[in-house]
């Protein structure tokens, strides 16, 4: 693992060093320390900065004993409270693979490891955004690696196309985050810019309810939105995840059309 460092280390010699994007404070390099004190707890609790292949190296050494003995290895994975053993949670998924897994996050970077001992197989999801939902990233992989069903309880049903047009146009909250609302056939599109012009975007699609009610939907999971609507006027405001988006009017501002792929990023 050459190219594995610390917080605080020099980069490896021609390395590219990812730079972390945040909803909680400006872009930083992931050798830069998260929260601007070196301790000796960052060589172990987020403070490791690697990549897939460093990892899948560690995971190809982890099933030798090269780096632990048999005995070593077994209570190193042994399940204690709630299933969590030396660093890992260990438990079979619902299709009963045994998984070994963590994941975790530092300011501008999430992660999610998994290990499955009995299919030789692993699976590491990196970002450089701390919005990203990667547990829910990892799952679908999960599914799409081992031949599984998504996890996923039904495809996003579009809205009903005037109640489409009421919502689209562009609104901000309080705090000066902006979300458009596009229209385009039968897909209506999202994007919240959290901290404009250079902070995190969250892109996202809009579908509808059982109930008729308005849904943004993110890989696997779905969050109600709630429309301010008078009869059948455009909508003066939409609220979700504890925020309230107030229309602008036209000329307010310009972030440009929606033309990425749509996936929300749920936000807690």
């Known amino acids: ?20 994007r945040s909803i909680r404070g400006q872009p930083r390099s992931a050798l830069d320390h998260p929260y601007g004190s070196y301790g000796f707890q960052y060589r172990g609790m987020g403070g490791v900065v690697t990549s897939v292949w460093e990892l899948w190296r560690w995971d190809k050494a982890l099933r030798g004993n090269d780096v632990l003995g048999e005995a070593s290895k077994a209570k190193f994975f042994e399940p ?58 990892a799952s679908a992989l999960q599914a799409l690696l081992f031949g599984e069903p998504l996890p ?13 047009r009421a919502v689209a146009g562009k609104y901000e909250d309080t ?13 209506t599109r999202v994007q919240v810019h959290w901290s404009p012009p250079r902070g995190p975007v969250t892109r ?14 993110e890989w696997t999971a779905a969050t109600e939105m709630e429309v ?28 440009g059309r929606l033309t990425a792929p749509s996936v929300f990023l749920e936000r807690t």
């Not at 693992?1 to 972390?20: C, S």
């Not at 030789?120 to 990196?126: K, R, T, Y």
């Not at 996202?204 to 939907?217: E, H, T």
């Not at 301010?228 to 972030?255: I, M, W």
């Open 1 to 20: 693992m050459h190219a594995t460092r610390f917080t605080g280390d020099r980069a490896p010699e021609r390395a590219t060093v990812a730079i972390g």
């Open 80 to 137: 204690g409270k709630n299933d969590y053993a030396l660093g890992w949670l260990v438990r079979k998924n619902t299709s009963g693979r045994l998984v070994q897994s963590h994941g975790g996050g530092v300011r501008g970077f999430v992660c999610e490891l998994r290990r499955y001992p009995e299919d030789d197989g692993c699976l590491f999801v990196l970002c450089n955004r701390d919005d990203v939902p990667v547990q829910s990233v």
């Open 152 to 164: 996923c309880k039904e495809p996003p049903q579009p809205l009903d196309p005037e109640l489409a």
């Open 175 to 187: 705090n000066g985050a902006k979300l458009l609302i596009d229209v385009e056939g039968k897909v």
């Open 204 to 217: 996202a699609v809009l579908g509808r309810s059982a109930q008729g009610g308005v849904v943004l939907y």
């Open 228 to 255: 301010d609507r008078r009869g059948t006027e455009p909508a003066n405001g939409v609220s979700f995840l504890n925020r309230h988006f107030n229309r602008v009017r036209c000329g307010q501002y310009k972030l």
